[in-house]
């Protein structure tokens, strides 16, 4: 590591420590803020040292847990080792970490599951106190002081402004050419808030460098460690599947004129399926194709090489360990091709209505009456979180949905009579698609809709259960929503009595 390289500024040389020493100065009952996005972009050195003093805590019987807020998911590095030590009280605002996950689940850490989009509002409200300390990673610091993100920008600005003390790391694996890549723009505090003038997804509005306080910075790391960046599963036939009848899709709404020939920008979910989707844009007919969107995926990277995407809008990335060395080896190709800004700006409600975004997000189950669960295994243990899917589901011009009919080895219908946590009404979801079809569910009333969802989009071996239950519904008087609320969770309870939603 070479630290002339990528920190140029002589005062902030002097900061330069181990992570050990810098991790000294983060307490018990700290609210510290972490830079961090989908795998991409989080401090990897001090986490570490902290978690060490952590359990060094513990096992002299001394209290030491801290509260954490990020952009999102983190890593094994960050949330996967303040986990392992039962280090973390509080955690918001997305997790896909399973040692994290275990302890949201058991209660030993307080989870805020929200939407991505509302992070720093919900901070600046004042609801969760001041930030002790913030820990950014960066890709350089310029000689003027001024900071250079690395992979992801999400809340950075708002915890560099925050925090009364900053940690930075500068991690020498993150391509330094991420230079320029960046637009950082800050919504107004007061209100009205200003009009946020983004009019296509390439417009920049902002600066490509943060800014800090030089006097709170009380340390600075190097570093030189990958991001997460967790492979896909290739996509098989059901991603496949599904992709083909969104393309059919969206190749309708286009020939009818209710997507204008140059296209909408694109917003895509995590995931494999939404990044299998991707992958089949990327072999489609659609040409000129752009997103403004919160991560970039492997399928987008592909687009923007061959031409078919003009330019990405996100925040962070969310890359393979194949499509990361790529990206990083030919990011030259790349520069002007990726916008990276704020959470707050990628998730804009403002900014996504404006545009008229097509959003595809992946769901865990769908109700045949048409509301979306994102979050929740059998209504209780949470998965990850609602992401950013709420932000683009609410805004967008198109709202599709998508799910393998079938989990767990064909033992969980994704389908299923009434959703056993509600994340997305049904007022705001225009389409779902599974591999067997997609129901066009604009404008359609409740017992529409359940006629379309199972026809169309169910596995046919749950379709038959799935008639039953919804005759019930209709048998049972006169209802708009014709539920039949004894049976309405019984496949969620069969499946945990039983391990099979499928009756035996
Ligand atoms: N019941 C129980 N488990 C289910 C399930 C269901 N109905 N549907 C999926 N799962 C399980 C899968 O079996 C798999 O489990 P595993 O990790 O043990 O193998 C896991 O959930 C992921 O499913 P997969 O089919 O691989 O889908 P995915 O990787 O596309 O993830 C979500 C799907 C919904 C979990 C993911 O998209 C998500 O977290 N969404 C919420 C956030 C979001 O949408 N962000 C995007 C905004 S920009």
């Known amino acids: 590591m070479n630290q002339d390289k990528r920190i140029h500024h002589t005062g902030l040389q002097r900061k330069i420590c181990s992570a050990e020493d810098a991790a000294q100065w983060i307490k018990h009952g700290d609210l510290v ?29 001394e209290e030491f847990k801290i509260k954490v807020l990020t952009g999102a998911s983190t890593g094994p590095q960050m949330d996967g080792v303040l986990a392992e030590v039962n280090g973390v009280s509080y955690r918001s605002s997305f997790n896909t970490d399973p040692k994290m996950r275990e302890r949201i689940n058991n209660g030993d850490t307080t989870y805020f599951d929200m939407h991505l989009g509302q992070v720093a509002p919900f901070y600046r409200s004042g609801a969760i106190g001041d930030m002790d300390v913030a820990i950014i990673e960066l890709s350089s610091v310029r000689a003027d002081g001024t900071l ?26 993150q391509p330094e050419e991420l230079d320029g890549m960046h637009d950082i723009w800050e919504v107004s505090t007061n209100y009205p808030q200003d009009i946020i003038p983004i009019r296509t997804p390439s417009d920049r509005i902002g600066v490509d460098y943060m800014t800090v306080d030089l006097e709170k910075v009380v340390a600075i790391v190097e570093t030189d460690m990958s991001d997460r960046n967790t492979p896909f599963s290739p996509p098989d036939d059901n991603a496949r599947m599904i992709a083909g009848h969104l393309m059919e899709f969206l190749k309708d709404e286009k020939k009818k004129g209710r997507i204008p020939e140059k296209f ?55 890359l393979s360990p194949e499509k990361v060395q790529y990206f990083n080896d030919n990011i030259s190709k790349f520069r002007d091709k990726i916008i990276l800004r ?84 049904s007022m ?45 519904g209709l048998d049972n008087g006169s209802m708009y929503t014709p539920h039949y609320l004894k049976e309405a969770l019984s496949w969620h309870e069969r499946f945990v009595a039983t391990g099979s939603m499928l009756p035996k």
């Open 264 to 318: 909408l920008p694109l917003q895509s979910g995590v995931g494999n399926v939404a990044n299998a989707v991707m992958e089949a844009l990327s072999q489609g007919d659609f040409e000129n194709l752009t997103a403004y969107t919160e991560v970039i995926q492997d399928g987008m990277l592909a687009m923007l090489e061959s031409g078919k995407m003009s330019v990405a809008s996100a925040t962070s990335f969310s």
């Open 428 to 472: 705001d979801i225009h389409a779902v698609v599974t591999e067997y079809g997609l129901a066009d569910l604009r404008g359609l009333a409740p017992k529409q809709r359940a006629e379309l969802l199972i026809e169309k989009c169910a596995h046919p071996n749950f379709r038959p259960l799935l008639r039953e239950y919804f005759k019930k």
């Open 148 to 173: 250079i993100a690395s992979s992801a920008v999400g809340n950075n600005q708002l915890w560099l402004n925050s925090a009364k003390k900053v940690i930075l790391e500068v991690n020498s694996w």
């Open 33 to 61: 803020g972490v830079s961090g996005f989908t795998g991409s972009g989080y401090p990897k050195a001090v986490p570490g040292a902290l978690a060490q003093r952590i359990k060094e805590s513990h096992n002299k019987g």
């Open 342 to 425: 704020p959470q707050e700006i990628s998730n804009h409600p403002e900014v996504i209505r404006r545009l008229g975004c097509i959003a595809m997000n992946a769901a865990i189950e769908i109700d045949i009456f048409g509301n979306v669960n994102s979050t929740h295994i059998m209504g209780t243990r949470m998965m990850n979180g609602i992401g950013g899917s709420g932000d683009f589901a609410r805004n967008s011009k198109l709202t599709i949905f998508m799910t393998p009919s079938l989990a767990k080895n064909g033992a969980i219908s994704a389908i299923v009579p009434m959703v056993s946590r509600v994340d997305h009404a």
